[in-house]
Every structure is written in structure tokens, then in C-alpha cells.
């Protein structure tokens, strides 16, 4: 499936720049991304790797300070994150992914960056075409829409295909008129 932008976003006369976090307590993949109205291009990406040796409270507080370092070295226009999914199984997972997606959102509010949020499905269906495609349909759609030299790690493909989820959203259409 081919994606177009809104005839009105090709108009844009002004960079819009975004950063996409996928977190995690072991892996937050990272990408900041910047749009012309004509062309993507990744600025930045890749993986905060908390050491899985220390307690949980410390991993959120690097993930933190890792977000609040990327935020102070970019100017971005929005952050955009992937929503928590709950999980029968393993409850204790989704209570740890809502802690880390606590620490990232708080981390560009108190900067007062706009947050938005989209389900994996709407994530893989914006970048790949297919809502359930795999990480490595993902990885390799976000190496040719970005013209990357070679495949992004898994969770910094998904980051930057959740910028990809907020420019291809018609439900930030209002984003571009703001600039």
C-alpha cells in the first residue's frame, strides 16, 4: 500500500520536527525526525540501554534523563509515543511499560511539548501498509523511507514509524496550520 500526504502538507513551508519514543525498561528505542512537507529525514536514532542489573526505579530515571538530554539537544515540535497495551498474561509488564511511558511523557511535558499517542497497529498501518506486519517489515520500510544505509535497530524503527503514524494521522492536520 503507497501512502500520500495531504495535498495540504505538501504546502508546508516550514520543518516540522518530531521525536518518537518506543519504550521499555530494557530497550526505549529513539527517533527524531524532521518533515518539509516534501521530504522525511532522520536526524537522530537509536536505543537507551538501562543495565538490566539495577532496580526498576533507577531504569525509569535513566530513561528520564535520556529523554530530557534528547529533548534539550532538539527542538521538536512533538513527541510521539506508543500506547500502553494491557496483557492477561503478564499484568506486571503493562505496569512497568506505563512506568517508563510515565517517564517520557512527564519528560516532555515539563517542557511543554505536545504528546500524542498511537496504538501499534496504527504505527505498523501508517509506515508498512499493514497493521500487523512484522519488526522486520517495519525496520526494512523505515530504511527506504528515510534512505537509511542499513536497518535501524528494531525498537528505533518502531520510533521513528510512530513519526511517521503523527505526519500520515489526519488528525494532526491542525499540527501544520500551528507553524
Do not use: W
Not at 36 to 42: I, V
Not at 51 to 79: C, G, M
Not at 94 to 119: F, N
Amino acid at each position: 500500500m503507497t501512502h500520500f500526504l495531504n495535498i495540504e502538507i505538501l504546502f508546508l513551508t516550514k520543518t516540522l520536527k518530531i521525536i518518537g519514543i518506543d519504550p521499555g525498561t530494557n530497550i526505549t528505542g529513539y527517533g527524531i525526525a524532521s518533515f518539509d512537507g516534501f521530504n522525511f529525514s532522520a536526524i537522530d536514532y537509536g536505543c537507551i540501554r538501562p543495565p538490566s542489573s539495577l532496580k526498576l526505579s533507577d531504569r525509569y530515571l535513566i530513561i528520564y534523563d535520556s529523554i530530557a538530554h534528547l529533548l534539550e539537544q532538539h527542538t521538536v515540535n512533538a513527541l510521539v509515543v506508543e500506547t500502553q497495551f494491557a496483557s492477561k498474561a503478564n499484568p506486571q509488564s503493562g505496569i512497568k511499560l506505563g512506568m517508563a511511558r510515565g517517564a517520557i511523557i512527564i519528560a516532555a511535558k515539563k517542557r511543554q511539548i505536545p504528546v500524542y499517542e498511537y496504538s501499534p497497529t496504527q504505527v505498523k498501518l501508517a509506515a508498512v501498509g499493514y497493521g500487523h506486519a512484522s519488526k522486520h517489515q517495519v525496520q526494512a520500510m523505515i530504511q527506504s523511507q528515510f534512505q537509511l544505509n542499513q536497518l535501524p535497530p528494531p525498537d528505533a524503527a518502531d520510533a521513528l514509524a510512530l513519526t511517521l503514524c503523527y505526519m500520515y494521522s489526519h488528525k494532526n492536520k491542525q499540527a501544520f496550520s500551528e507553524l
